[in-house]
Structures are given as C-alpha cells and as structure tokens.
C-alpha cells in the first residue's frame, strides 16, 4: 500500500519537478493546488496558509520535502516541516534539481532546509537526524529513475528515525 505523504516545496521554481515525482506513483499526497488555486489561498493570508498545512497534514505519514534551488529559504516549507516533525511524522528531503523544469532545464543544487530547523531546545540542527538525498544519475532520466527506485524506501526510512527520536 502506498504511503500518504505531505509534499512540500517552493511553488514558484519546482511545480513542474514536483509532478514527475507525483507521477511515480508510489506515494499519495495531498492534493498540489494550480497557481490559480495557490494564489487564492494566499490571499487569504497567513492564517489561511496555517490551516491549509495542518489540513493537508492530516493522515500523512511523511513529509517530502522536494528540494530545488531555493527550497530552503521559503518560509512556508520551513512551516512544513516544523509542523511535520512536532506532530510526529517523518521528514525526508530529495533534490529535484536535476529533474527538467517545463523549460527543459535544470538547476543549481539548493541548501539543506533542515539546517534551518533546530531542535532541543535550538542546540541541535534537524538535519543531523534528517536526511537530505542527492538522487543517482548524470541527466534528468536518470534522476528520475534513481528517485523512482528509493523514495519509498528513503520515507520508511525518515519515519523510522522520527519513531526512534527521543527529544
């Protein structure tokens, strides 16, 4: 049975790489809204983002957080994952950057988020209990191939350390 999971990533820059993993099909997510359908929620604010990802988080068992280029600064994947991990689920970062964009492109490899995350009390970085994987592969088959063979076991994995995290 395939694991339900929350994708988090920057909108903006990596919609297009965040569908091919969809469609890998291995994993459930939540619903990924259109620009239109992003953009409304946003108008709402921040509170209306806030109950979108507790929402969305519901019933999840991992966050994926799919990392391009800026992934790492984005306020509202930071909010995901802190989110995620308080409530008991697994996080696991994958680089998607090697992955085609709608343009036919890559891009630079982005920062670790969960270095900007902290833990016990801010003396320990998430990602010295986290994972950022760096896909296999010289082109964008290859990547995709590479995530297509391990994402299923890289989030048993990340649910895994978050059972055994002891704060």
């Known amino acids: 049975m395939a694991r339900n ?3 988090s990533f920057h909108f903006a820059n990596d919609f297009w790489r ?3 993993v969809r469609n890998i099909g291995a994993l459930e997510g939540q619903k990924l809204y259109t620009a239109n359908e992003w953009e409304e929620v946003k108008k709402k604010g921040d509170a209306a ?4 990802i507790d929402d969305s988080l519901v019933g999840k068992s991992c966050v994926v957080v799919l990392v391009g280029s800026e992934t790492a600064t984005r ?3 930071l909010e995901e ?3 995620g991990w308080n409530a008991g689920k697994g996080v696991v970062a994958i ?3 090697r992955l085609l964009d709608n343009h036919q492109n890559t891009s630079v490899a982005g920062s670790n988020p969960f270095d900007a995350v902290t833990l016990k009390n801010g003396t320990v970085r998430l990602s010295g209990y986290a994972k950022l994987m760096t896909p296999a592969g010289n082109d964008s ?3 995709y191939a590479s ?3 391990n994402i299923e076991s890289w989030i048993e994995d990340a649910i895994t350390i978050r059972k055994n995290y002891k704060p």
Not at 49 to 52: D, P
């Open 5 to 7: 999971v929350f994708f």
């Open 18 to 20: 965040t569908q091919q």
């Open 49 to 52: 983002i806030r109950k979108w």
């Open 75 to 77: 306020p509202w994947v």
């Open 81 to 83: 994952v802190i989110k």
């Open 95 to 97: 680089r998607i950057n």
């Open 141 to 143: 088959k290859e990547v």
């Open 147 to 149: 995530i297509q063979a």
